[in-house]
């Protein structure tokens, strides 16, 4: 049996309310806007479902980074990030665990661009805060289907991506 629960935000359409969460969304596209590249940091994986090889770090680089690529979007080296500007963290966080009686997969992704930025008011750099995320959380028996969810949260990340670097013809 295949369950899958995916977080999405209700947006109303009353009033400020609906506004708000327009301007909420129109500034995280905005947060993306220039960014040539990022560094992709991997969150460590659950070590008993990477050390019997079902989902891997590598596996996860296979599923993100031809994509990333294709759309132009660099991937930067630690040295190249931190001579950046902003120093641009595409964050992955794939926290996997097995069932022990179902043997179903329970799962939450999380996908984050981290940049440093400063705050207005006093003019302090807050390093590695979070500009844009996405995230979903699910069940299944099935582990490809944790690798199919990542790839549409990275399909989403690209799309706003887009949004905010459109393609010059």
Known sequence: MK?????????FP?????????????????SLKE????????????????????????????????????LGIKILTKEEKYSTIGFPTLYIN?????LEKTGEFIYN???EVLQ???????????????????GLFGISSDIGKIRKDLKDGIDF???????????KQ
């Open 157 to 167: 990340f690209c799309n706003d991506y887009l949004k905010a670097n459109p393609k």
């Open 14 to 30: 009353y009033g400020s309310f609906a506004q708000d969460i327009q301007e909420e969304l129109d500034s995280r596209i905005k």
């Open 35 to 70: 960014i040539d590249g990022f560094n992709i940091l991997i969150e460590k994986l659950n070590p008993d479902i990477e050390q019997r090889g079902l989902l891997t770090e590598e596996q996860i680089k296979v599923d993100i980074e031809p994509k990333l690529k294709l």
């Open 116 to 134: 440093q930025v400063t705050v207005v008011f006093n003019r302090i750099i807050v390093h590695d805060a979070v500009t844009w995320n996405a």
């Open 3 to 11: 369950r899958l629960i995916i977080l999405i935000f209700l947006f």
């Open 109 to 111: 992704i999380s996908i």
């Open 94 to 98: 794939v926290d996997c665990t097995q």
